[in-house]
């Protein structure tokens, strides 16, 4: 059981960084098209 969730903790955290990541590009790429 803790070996799950411990498996399902890292999966939560690698899923949160890349949302996080996504949405700084998303932020960043729509900034550069508001200057143009």
């Given at each position: 059981?803790?070996?799950w969730s411990?498996?399902?903790?890292?999966?939560?955290?690698?899923?949160?960084?890349?949302?996080?990541w996504m949405?700084?590009?998303?932020?960043?790429?729509?900034?550069?098209?508001?200057?143009?």
């Amino acid at each position: 059981m803790e070996i799950w969730s411990n498996g399902m903790m890292e999966e939560t955290s690698v899923v949160h960084h890349l949302s996080v990541w996504m949405r700084k590009a998303w932020i960043r790429t729509s900034y550069e098209i508001k200057k143009n």
